[in-house]
């Protein structure tokens, strides 16, 4: 398929020219960007005959203020079909491709479940062929790293460009400029390949980077005002520095609103100028060349801008540009918290966006006058406006201005329409539609998880799964083959003796990898509930140290969660656990059957060596408040049963792999719905024993917060609440018992290795809907209207 020997040639010559050494002295990170380098060359072709094909017909774009990608290298190479060649090549070389992998930086440019969402559909796009573009910022600094330090959380910036970013080219000669009132900044787009699985289309991700028009000012420089000289410079690149570090909650910060303006501005004045140059200046057929979805309320602000620009620039009546502007858009909601529901306080937007903020308030009013000719009264018509006593609401202004909003699994759609945006829906019932998300099996399983993949293969006979996951429906043939069911047993174990391996190296701590893995690995966030599984923690340790001869399988509770710098309660419950850690690893009593161990930096990278190694997933969210989830569907397929609540996905994935084969437990959403009026958690507390002992650590001096006053914040936050929010806001205590008694059943199911075996190959066998091959195939089918453009 390709010259090995072409492509060793141009890997020691890339070392030259670019490092100025032969490949017996260069640095792995060298050789890496030169392997990567060389790969990018094979590439080149394809990737512009896929762009000139696909700018025929009608295109989808994907605007997403976060794209969190991990690693390139090695999925690269699977998705190219070359890894083994590639791996053989490279020992020849004396090189061991796992060095390779291990020293790429992750590109972290999201927070969580929504930017990793958006580089799953990437990739998805890209194996299925079509016409999709992403969108977004190329932030110098992605999400902090994250260490620990006595326990307690710190952040370092996050440099992954600094040996450079082999897989993305600066295209100069196709900047555009964008303008706030001001500043005036060029945008400079870096284009990425996204290589599909067993195709030769090589789609693109598009990120802008904010650049000044001058480089320094000379004159400033020889007066020596050496600061000034730069000031313009840094000030623009201000805008594409970092990456805002909240995820779910929202903060109305004037550079992050200049951020999402930057980058909507530039891609849409990037797409109207490709479509002047294919098809003239006759807007009206527009929308039949794009599809532009919004993730999230981030790039909301393209509604107004794409008018601005019809009306302003291209002289439209309001009338066709509306038209224009609600054909081409479409908006994913990705949650239902109100700390996460973006606002704008219009005085920011005046400020900054003086005109867009204008046709704002042109959209509100003409809208406005639509509820009134419906007979709306005045309080409906202020709980509905887009601006509200001095607020924008992103939400409203994305759902009024767009043909589709889409929720992210059917339970959360349900929310939608018939709780928290009912009004909408009953003026919009059309635009309604549930798209529940995926996860790409080519990372998610080929790529982290090569032994069960070639297990999988040798059983179906074919590798046609990786692209078609709904075949591994056919595993389920093999329920009563107690050889297969063993060889599931044998590569989980060595999966699990792999990331004990890792984590002695990385976080210098040994565990058991004999003993049941319990995995919580997810954003630290109260509505997640990791404090839950930490007084589950607590409870169980409690009760080994009153009965030492109890007979339990021995646990390892391994969690992995950055928390946002500001979230001090986030960081709270950390440090926590990293006590109740030490607490538990300083205890000759109990050290060989429990063990906590908090990893740090959790990451896509770490993801791949955490999923495939678990024995247990905890998605254990307050009823109807995750939206979806995705950590879940790796897990399932990677066969590691959900212990779980009826929340997000987690509905649907029990729907699939069956609820004998998961852990279910908690108030569902009604109840949660029926109690949250005269919910007291104290009634819980008084009357519970085993729930009162482990609360009462984090004040009795059983667990030291090093005189933060942390852990008193905790218990208040928990019992006596605050003036924003009820005690136990996400009713810890209205589910603790049934939390420890599934727990219980956990610890009893684990033991029959065989009957354990059935539920991971039910999980494996049904998780074939939790592909994103299948999320996008029904956006592209239900909401872009675009087909498949194959090279
Ligand atoms: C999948 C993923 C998430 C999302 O996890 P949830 O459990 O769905 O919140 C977050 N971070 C990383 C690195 C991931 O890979």
Redesign the pocket.
């Known amino acids: 398929m390709f010259d090995t020997k072409e492509l060793r040639e141009n890997i020691e010559r890339i070392l030259k020219t670019d490092y100025g050494k032969t490949l017996a002295k260069a640095q792995t990170h060298e050789k890496y960007n030169a392997l990567s380098k060389a790969i990018m060359g094979t590439i080149v072709d394809n990737w512009d005959e896929t762009e000139k094909a696909y700018s025929t017909g009608k295109a989808a774009y994907y605007l997403s203020a976060e794209f ?1 990608m ?1 690693r390139a290298l090695g999925n690269n190479l699977l998705n190219l079909g070359i890894y083994e060649e590639i791996k053989e090549l490279l020992k020849k070389m004396d090189i061991n491709i796992n060095d390779l992998e291990e020293i790429e930086e992750d590109a972290g440019l999201g ?3 929504l930017g ?1 969402l958006a580089a799953c559909f990437m990739e998805s796009c890209g194996t299925l062929n079509l016409p999709v573009r992403g969108y977004g910022i190329r932030y110098s600094h992605g999400l902090f790293k994250q260490s620990f330090k006595d326990g307690f959380q710190r952040e370092e910036g996050d440099n992954w460009l600094k040996y450079g970013d082999p897989w993305s080219i600066r295209k100069e000669d196709e900047a555009v400029i964008v303008e706030f009132a001001d500043e005036k900044v060029r945008a400079i787009p870096y284009d990425t390949p996204i290589i599909g699985y067993a195709t030769r289309n090589i789609n693109t991700l598009r990120l802008w980077k904010a650049e000044s028009f001058k480089d320094f000012d000379f004159n400033l420089f020889n007066d020596q005002k050496y600061n000034e000289a730069v000031e313009d410079k840094n000030k623009a690149e201000d805008i594409s520095r970092v990456l805002y570090p909240n995820d779910s909650t929202e903060e109305g910060k004037i550079l992050r609103l200049k951020q999402q303006y930057f980058f909507v501005s530039a891609s849409l004045k990037d797409i109207i100028r490709q479509y002047k140059k294919n098809h003239g200046i006759d807007f009206n057929k527009f929308p039949e060349f794009h599809a532009i979805q919004l993730n999230d309320t981030h790039p909301v602000v393209a509604i107004p801008e794409l008018m601005r620009l019809l009306v302003d620039e291209e002289n439209i009546t309001w009338e066709i540009a509306w038209d224009i502007t609600v054909k081409t858009f479409s908006y994913t909601n990705h949650t239902i918290l109100a700390e996460a529901l973006e606002q704008w306080w219009n005085g920011l937007y005046k400020k900054v966006l003086p005109r867009v903020y204008e046709i704002i308030e042109d959209i509100d009013r003409r809208f406005i006058m639509e509820l009134l000719q419906k007979g709306y009264d005045s309080e409906k018509i202020n709980s509905m406006a887009i601006i509200y006593k001095d607020m924008i609401r992103m939400a409203f202004l994305a759902i009024h201005g767009t043909h589709t909003t889409n929720g992210v699994a059917q339970l959360h759609t349900d929310i939608l329409k018939f709780q928290e945006l009912r009004d909408w829906y009953d003026i919009y019932p059309n635009r309604f539609q549930n798209k529940t998300n995926g ?1 790409t099996p080519r990372r998610w399983l080929a790529l982290c998880n090569k032994e069960l993949s070639q297990m999988i293969t040798a059983l179906l006979g074919t590798d046609k799964w990786i692209n078609e996951l709904t075949l591994l429906k056919e595993l389920e043939k093999y329920l009563e083959d107690e050889q297969v069911l063993n060889k599931i047993l044998e590569v989980k174990s060595e999966k699990k003796h792999q990331l004990a391996e890792y984590i002695k190296i990385h976080e210098g701590v040994e565990i058991n990898p004999n003993s049941l893995f319990d995995i919580q ?3 630290l966030h109260e509505y ?1 509930r990791q404090l839950l599984n930490a007084f589950g923690i607590l409870d169980l340790y409690f009760r080994l140290k009153e009965n030492p001869e109890m007979d339990i399988v021995p646990r390892t509770f391994i969690f992995g969660a950055k928390a946002a710098p500001g979230y001090i309660r986030a960081k709270g419950i950390i440090k926590f656990i990293n006590e109740i850690g030490t607490l538990i690893g300083n205890d000759p009593q109990v050290k060989d059957k429990i063990k906590v161990v908090f990893v740090q930096n ?3 990278s ?2 791949e060596r955490l999923f495939p190694a678990a024995d247990i997933s905890e ?1 254990i969210s307050t009823a109807g408040k ?1 939206a ?5 569907m ?1 897990f399932m397929l990677n066969g590691t049963p959900t212990l779980g609540t009826f929340d997000g996905a987690n509905v649907e994935i029990v729907q699939e792999a069956g609820e004998e084969n998961n852990f279910i437990f908690g108030a569902r959403v009604e109840e949660i719905e029926e109690i949250k009026e005269s919910y007291n958690p104290k009634e819980y507390y008084e009357s519970n024993p085993r729930l009162k002992k482990v609360v009462d650590t984090l004040i009795d001096g059983t667990l030291s917060d090093g005189g933060t006053g942390m852990f008193e914040e905790l218990y208040n936050s928990l019992l006596e609440g605050a003036s924003w929010h009820k005690p136990d806001n996400y009713f810890i205590f209205r589910d603790f018992m049934d939390y420890v008694k599934t727990q219980e059943k956990v610890d009893r199911d684990y033991r029959d290795r065989i009957a354990w075996a059935k539920k991971c190959l039910m999980n494996i066998a049904n998780a074939g809907k939790f592909s994103s091959d299948r999320t996008i195939q029904e956006y592209a089918r239900e909401i872009w209207n675009i087909e498949p453009k194959k090279i």
Request: no cysteine.
């Open positions: 969190l991990g927070n969580g479940g990793r996860i690995i997810k954003r997640k959790y990451r896509v770490y993801g998605q995750e979806s989830g995705t950590g879940n790796k």
